[in-house]
């Protein structure tokens, strides 16, 4: 069965570490999306992509980056961690304006 | 620009009552898709229903239901007969149609607990 799957689960870090979280889909899905979900606040779009090569900055981009080499895989990147960033974050695909999006399981991210 | 509202941060509910979850939205475009997502205390995320901008026919799905009403920009939620394992975030989504414009934007979320 397709999927996406997001790593690491679970991570702690130091405030000024650089960070990245992994995103893979197996769905062939052109878009994906990388978003952070925090109290108050719902689902926030981070980054998002329509295809190799393509990325664009959603709503909180500030401090973030992704890069998309390949169809499968969407990693976001944090050049110096900030506590502010502690978060949970999501990876999600879909296809066209119409498709569902498929979410990963979520990544916890601890900045100290 | 696209923009939802999820009014209700919270609702506490008695198990057996029925309870609706209001959504609203706004967009410019005339094409557009709405979604609901229900995010239960494992922390997934689960689609539960999408709906296009010209289908305005009421949708329901055992004991969820979905009033889509154009005219109020609104995509509400109601669950009948309400039960524990119904405790979750609910969320609303909107999904613009044109070319560029692919991506969700979520609303807030509503905490629905469902108290036996």
């Known amino acids: 069965d397709a999927e996406i799957t997001q790593s690491p689960r679970h991570k702690i870090t130091e405030t000024g570490r650089q960070v990245t979280l992994a995103c893979h889909q197996t769905?062939?899905?052109?878009?994906m999306f990388w978003y952070r979900q925090d109290l108050g606040h719902g689902l926030r779009l981070i980054h998002y992509s329509y295809g190799v090569q393509d990325t664009n900055k959603g709503e909180v981009s500030d401090g973030y980056s992704v890069s998309r080499s390949n169809t499968e895989d969407l990693p976001l990147t944090l050049e110096s961690a900030a506590s502010s960033q502690t978060s949970v974050y999501f990876c999600a695909s879909r296809q066209g304006v119409a498709g569902e999006l498929f979410f990963g399981e979520g990544s916890r991210l601890t900045v100290l | 620009a696209q923009k939802v509202t999820q009014a209700q941060t919270e609702i506490s509910v008695v198990e057996k009552e029925d309870v609706t979850l209001d959504c609203v939205y706004e967009t410019r475009d005339t094409t557009y898709y709405l979604f609901w997502y229900k995010q239960p205390p494992s922390g997934e995320l689960v689609f539960l229903i999408r709906r296009n901008s010209f289908d305005e026919q009421n949708e329901i799905s055992g004991r969820y239901s979905w009033n889509f009403q154009k005219s109020t920009s609104s995509f509400n939620f109601t669950i009948t007969a309400s039960q524990v394992v119904d405790s979750a975030v609910y969320f609303c989504a909107l999904s613009e149609a044109y070319r560029g414009a692919q991506k969700l934007v979520f609303g807030q979320g509503t905490r629905l607990t469902i108290n036996p």
């Open positions: 769905w062939n899905h052109n878009n």
